[in-house]
């Protein structure tokens, strides 16, 4: 039993196994800069997430940013406001208008209904978010992005290692963008990559990550610094050697929670959909009042009064954002808005003893009046 319980808990390996792991670093005093740490990451993470093509980065954030400047992305994209600032930041840095399509009620993606209303002859791209894990409906989006002639940069944060009918996530849309942050299913420490279908984009984002460089005489792009180095590679190395068994251990937290939580009036629990391999990244609670007898905010002050650090993402929206007061409508996207102002997202990570677990519940259930 723990008393004081975070949002999540970085997963890793023991300290032996990573001082192992970069003990060679020593005799080499190569430390960045695509060493062998990172190629060695590289390959293996290309086949345990089932793509062509990756290339690693120094978190999500950077991968998402350089992705849109190597495609070229120009005036409006499209994408959702529940999610986390990242996704939004990524698209005004790159010079370009988010346009703001409302999320589906059942798992919060981009609801595809509405995205073809949105479309002007200004619209680059679309960037939908596999939100909580739960992932997109990636057909619907490829008919629309085909039909206009958009490009595809899936958020893909949240979805380590998931796969949707047998193919890795990874391998939708034109590009996807993992985070590999501490807080994430797959750390190193900070990282991130981008998963491909176009190798000239590879080759340019390879270079944006390195200052644009080309050679030792030759800068042809404007680019960034956002190289994983090889301590974060080599924390990732290990950690890979136990991620199964890492997300086995978040299942079983989530299937404890579900076990207390099915089935109460007015809590809606993350759908479940049988076509998606999971690798239970977020476990989020939607909390209607009237039905459950008490608020969000009620259960997040119960939960804190017990240090119990629940937490809301996305609340608030980014459409919402201070820099970004008054240039957005918040109202043209309402569910959104309702679900970020009823969003729970509970302590959930592979070390979390099934008792917390009870317990937590059971903080929850006696908000219920
Ligand atoms: N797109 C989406 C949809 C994302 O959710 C994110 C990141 C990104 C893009 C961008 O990816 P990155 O550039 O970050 O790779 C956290 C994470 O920092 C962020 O990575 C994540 N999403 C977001 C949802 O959550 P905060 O500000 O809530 O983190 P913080 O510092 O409050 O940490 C949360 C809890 O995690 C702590 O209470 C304890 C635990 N923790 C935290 C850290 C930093 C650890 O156990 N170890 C640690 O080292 O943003």
Sequence with gaps: MNNNILVTRSSMPSKEEYIDEISGLWDSHWLTNMGVKHKALQAELKEYLKVDNIDLLTNGHMALELSMQALGLTGEVITTPFTFASTTHAIVRNGCMPVFCDINPDDYTIDVSKIESLITDKTSAIVPVHVYGNIC?????????????LKVIYDAAHTFGEEYKGRGVGSFGDVSCFSFHATKVFNTIEGGAVCFKDKEFGEAVYNLKNF?????????????NA???????????CNLRHVDEEIEKRRKVIERYREH?????????????????????YFPVIFEEKEFGASR???????????IGARKYFYPLTNTFDCFHGMYDVN????ALHMSKRVLTLPLYADLALDDV???????LECKQ
């Design 261 to 281: 939580l099915k089935n109460v009036d007015g809590l809606k629990l993350n759908p479940i959909n049988p076509d998606v391999k999971y690798s239970y990244s």
């Design 297 to 307: 905010n009620e259960v997040f002050d119960a939960l804190a009064a017990q240090r």
């Design 212 to 224: 644009g460089i080309h050679g030792p005489e030759r800068v042809e792009a404007v680019g960034a």
């Design 227 to 237: 190289k994983m180095n090889e301590f974060c590679a080599a924390m990732g190395l």
């Design 332 to 335: 043209s996207t309402p569910v």
């Design 137 to 149: 409906d990636v057909e619907e989006i490829e008919r629309i992005a085909n039909k206009y002639g």
């Design 358 to 364: 009870d317990r937590i519940c059971d903080v929850i």
